[in-house]
T-cell receptor, first 114, second 112 residues
Framework: NAGVTQTPKFQVLKTGQSMTLQCAQD?????MYWYRQDPGMGLRLIYY???????DKGEVPNGYNVSRLNKREFSLRLESAAPSQTSVYFC?????????????FGQGTRLTVV | AQSVTQLGSHVSVSEGALVLLRCNYS??????LFWYVQYPNQGLQLLLK??????LVKGINGFEAEFKKSETSFHLTKPSAHMSDAAEYFC??????????FGTGTRLQVFP
């Protein structure tokens, strides 16, 4: 049982390049989230998908797009990377929409934009 | 919109001392509250959660938290710190089916 799997684990991009961060969960969870973690700022929500077929903006969506490909997969795309997007990105999933259930996290993707 | 505030970005304690990490929330409706821990270069792991069943919640590794509606607080405590408790701790809030929002985190250092 792999849980939440993120790929890649590390990535270096040049300014202006594009890339897609992949996230997959094998727990049959309904909701999936993308966060970025920066020193002193905690985890900030970029986008989330409450259920298959829906996506919504979080606190810091600018410069990102997402795709809920199916129930298992939720990808995050940077169309034109900027140094300000240097961060650690975490994907998470939640079993059901009810608020009582906790999130399960991947191990993170460390992205550096030069 | 819901939010959480964690007072103190860094907390230092001696091994064996009381650990107190503060979390205050803002919400117009009853919230669900969570504490997560993050060890270096790892993802987040659930410590405990409040889901309205009981105001005092016990979690893993000897941690507990008490929900106080009058103070809009959900502080995390542990009676006796251990070196292995050194990590970053995050408080988070969720309302019904809405998004999960995190605080800015508190880094706990434990000195021998």
């Amino acid at each position: 049982n792999a849980g939440v799997t993120q790929t890649p684990k590390f990535q270096v991009l040049k300014t202006g390049q594009s890339m897609t961060l992949q996230c997959a969960q094998d727990m049959n969870h309904n909701s999936m989230y993308w966060y970025r973690q920066d020193p002193g700022m905690g985890l900030r929500l970029i986008y989330y998908s409450a259920s298959e077929g829906t996506t919504d903006k979080g606190e810091v969506p600018n410069g990102y797009n997402v795709s809920r490909l199916n129930k298992r997969e939720f990808s995050l795309r940077l169309e034109s990377a900027a140094p300000s997007q240097t961060s650690v990105y975490f994907c998470a999933s939640i079993p059901r929409r009810q608020g009582t259930t906790e999130a399960f996290f991947g191990q993170g993707t460390r992205l550096t934009v030069v | 919109a819901q939010s959480v505030t964690q007072l103190g970005s860094h907390v230092s304690v001696s091994e064996g001392a009381l650990v107190l990490l503060r979390c205050n929330y803002s919400s117009s409706v009853p919230p669900y509250l969570f504490w997560y821990v993050q060890y270096p270069n790892q993802g987040l792991q659930l410590l405990l959660k409040y889901t309205s069943a009981a105001t005092l919640v016990k979690g893993i590794n000897g941690f507990e938290a008490e929900f106080k509606k009058s103070e809009t607080s959900f502080h995390l405590t542990k009676p006796s710190a251990h070196m292995s408790d050194a990590a970053e701790y995050f408080c988070a809030v969720r309302i019904y089916t809405d998004k999960l929002i995190f605080g800015t985190g508190t880094r706990l250092q434990v000195f021998p």
